[in-house]
């Protein structure tokens, strides 16, 4: 399933899923005790390390922390890339990968830098998503 979200500009986006919704969910649960903290906030050691090292900084807080630490990290998969995907490092990377053949997709994971949560935030599919 594909959602279309219209742009500053009125035209529609194609290529990007939001995972808005499922974030919320899991901060509610969070925060009414369902899901424990270290449930949510269990980002992996790469993850981790890729956060810090190349996380570029968003302009939100952590919703479990409210640190402003937080941080995007992004995952690219498609032909000729490794299986556990590539961690864009370089800016412009993302732009070049959208030009090569074949379909790649790109996953945008949410980090915070101080109590590593980390929740995915957007997939963009490449060659049909407005990349910013
Ligand atoms: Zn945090």
Redesign the pocket.
Known sequence: MVFRRPTADGAIAHGRIDYRLARAAVIADVRQGLVDRSEA?DAHPELVRAAAQVGVITSGT??????P??VHVTYVFGPRLPRHGRCVTLRGELARLAKRPGTHVAYVVEV??????NHLSHRLDLGKAEIA
Request: net charge positive; with cysteine; glycine share 0%.
């Open positions: 906030c952590c919703p479990i922390c409210e640190s630490s937080l915070c830098r101080k109590c590593s949560w």
